[in-house]
Every structure is written in structure tokens, then in C-alpha cells.
């Protein structure tokens, strides 16, 4: 993906931070110099496996659509109508893969710029026989600005991006109000935004700023959860957060709606 100079701050689903590991495992670097261009991503060290190089090159073609700044003709670019989710990291693509399958009804937009992942995901789309899935390799925000036109989108998942625990670098969280008000303006009416984490000061900054988005509603607002949503059945516990979940750290799902 390539930085798009907008005002959101850097973070990546799926990235790892300085001490926390990611949700395949990788450990980052000691420290991440903060970029004077915005992107939603960061870069992370990782080595192709022989196998994913392989996915690469036999389901690539097919999977891997080319960034190109004008809006996407999805029915095309899946070989059907029908609703269209995007996918904001993918990491190695457990989760995806899974919730491709379990709804095979909708097609999924995924955005993930780590080449390992990339080629993970396109290995599980060959071995499970998954059809409704399409990879873009580029910056998520320019795939908003430039291939996503308004009210396109039934809606957006954003799982265990990454936390940026350290206050001072909490600037770079991806979910901010300009980039939710984008989201949101992509949406159709009715459409939701579902995201996920596994730290709870995130999970709390998430929680304000989608209640501050006008045009978002909290689905799980009477459910008695503090505002966080029951994890919704179409998303699976990947192995870091069972592990996780075994030593006791906790996981929260939000799920807002558009209005109507």
C-alpha cells in the first residue's frame, strides 16, 4: 500500500506492536518511527513460505485484484452481485477464510499490504475451495478514497488492529472519527461496522468513538454488555486469542449499524 496524506493515524489490523505480539504471533521490532505520511498499515518483517509463494502464483491472477484509483465494478470483479464486505488486515487470513465460508452469500473485500498473509490467505482459498473472496495489496485508505464510492459497502470488519498501547503513541490508532465518518459515509444505509480487539483501553477509545459518529447506531446498546456486542457467531476464535483467552485477557466485539 502506498501513504495517502490524510489526518488518520498510522495502525494496522493484525500488526504487531513493540510488545505485543500479533495475532499470527510475530513480534515487531523494538521501536516504529512514526511516518510523516498516513497510512493504514505497518509494514512488518516476514518471510514467504514456499507454499504461499506457490498461492501466489497459481491463485494470485485470480484472487489479487490491481489497485486502480476508479471506483470498482465489484459484480465483476467477483463474477456476481451480491453484498459486499470490506476487511480492513486480514493478518494470515484465519478468520477471513472461515467467515468466507460460513457466508457464502456475500463477497468479501480484503485489504492486507504483509505479503506472507497475503500468500497465507490465497493457500486457504485453495485449499478450501473458497470463491467470494478478492485480495487488494494497498493502502485501505486509498482503497476507500479512490476505488469505493458512498453507500457501496454492506459493511466493514476491523478485527485486533493494532493497539498502539503506549500513550503516546495511541495517536496512531486506526479507529479515529475522520476515519470512521469515511466508513460510515461508504456504508449503505443499514450496513454495519464490526470491529475487534483484544485490549481493553482500545476496546474502550473504540467504544467512544463509534457512539460519537452520528450516524451509527449501537446494535448491542440494550444488551446489558456495557455497550460491547456478543461475539457474533460468523466470527471464530483464532488460536492467539484462545491462547490469550486462557490466560485470562479478555476480548471485545463492537457491532454499530448505519442509520437508516
Given amino acids: 500500500m502506498n501513504a495517502t496524506p490524510a489526518p488518520f493515524p498510522t495502525a494496522s489490523a493484525n500488526a504487531p506492536t513493540p510488545d505485543q505480539p500479533s495475532a499470527d504471533g510475530a ?3 523494538a521501536s516504529v518511527a512514526h511516518p510523516k505520511t498516513i497510512k493504514s498499515f505497518v509494514k512488518r518483517a516476514g518471510r514467504t513460505t514456499t507454499g504461499q509463494a506457490k498461492a501466489f502464483a497459481d491463485l494470485g491472477p485470480r484472487f489479487v485484484l490491481p489497485y486502480a484509483p476508479q471506483p470498482l465494478d465489484a459484480a465483476s470483479a467477483f463474477g456476481r452481485s451480491a453484498p459486499l464486505v470490506l476487511e480492513i488486515g486480514f493478518g494470515m487470513g484465519e ?12 463477497n468479501f473485500l480484503c ?8 500468500g497465507a490467505l490465497l493457500k486457504r482459498i485453495g485449499e478450501q475451495d473458497i470463491a467470494n473472496i478478492r485480495i487488494l495489496q494497498h493502502d485501505a485508505v486509498e482503497v476507500l478514497d479512490h476505488m469505493l464510492p458512498e453507500a457501496t459497502l454492506d459493511g466493514v470488519h476491523i478485527f485486533f488492529p493494532d493497539p498502539w498501547h503506549k500513550k503516546k503513541h495511541n495517536k496512531r490508532r486506526l479507529i479515529q472519527p475522520p476515519l470512521v465518518a469515511k466508513l460510515v459515509s461508504r456504508l449503505k444505509p443499514g450496513g454495519y461496522l464490526h470491529c475487534a480487539t483484544d485490549w481493553q483501553p482500545y476496546a474502550e477509545q473504540m467504544l467512544a468513538v463509534l ?7 449501537n446494535t448491542a446498546a440494550d444488551a446489558g454488555l456495557g455497550g460491547y456486542a456478543p461475539q457474533p457467531d460468523y466470527r471464530p476464535l483464532t488460536k492467539f486469542e484462545n491462547r490469550g483467552l486462557r490466560l485470562g485477557h479478555g476480548v471485545w466485539d463492537l457491532v454499530f449499524r448505519r442509520r437508516t
Fill in 111 to 118: 485489504c492486507e499490504v504483509h505479503e506472507p498473509g497475503v
Fill in 27 to 29: 513480534t515487531a521490532p
Fill in 95 to 106: 478468520a477471513t477464510a472461515h467467515i468466507a465460508r460460513v457466508r457464502p452469500d456475500d
Fill in 211 to 217: 457512539s460519537a459518529e452520528p450516524a451509527l447506531v
